[in-house]
């Protein structure tokens, strides 16, 4: 039985997110796929960091809109942590399509 580090899966599924945002028909695929598995108030969520993403050119707030992911992410798999995996699948999922359309690797906010 593999042992699944809720941490990890918090941390990586908040970069995905932040990471997806540079791109926007990968943000919303993402979004639909967060949103059917957690629901439409995090879908709604999704919305709007990827509205303050837009308005912050310099990057500045991307750090700090993983790390409320994270904590949302953490607190969900607390409470749910049967979804740990669909998460680390997507995450793994969107990353790799992120690294193929943009042709480079995503940040590393860690």
Known sequence: MAVT???RVAWDT???IVDATRD?????????QLGDLLGPAYQDSLDATRDQLRHDPDGVRASAEAGLWRTRVEDLLRARPELA???????TLAAGLLRERSGHRPSTLS
């Open 5 to 7: 580090h809720q941490p």
């Open 14 to 16: 908040a970069r995905a």
């Open 24 to 32: 926007e028909e990968l943000f919303g695929w993402l979004s639909v």
């Open 85 to 91: 995996g669909e998460l680390r699948g997507l995450t």
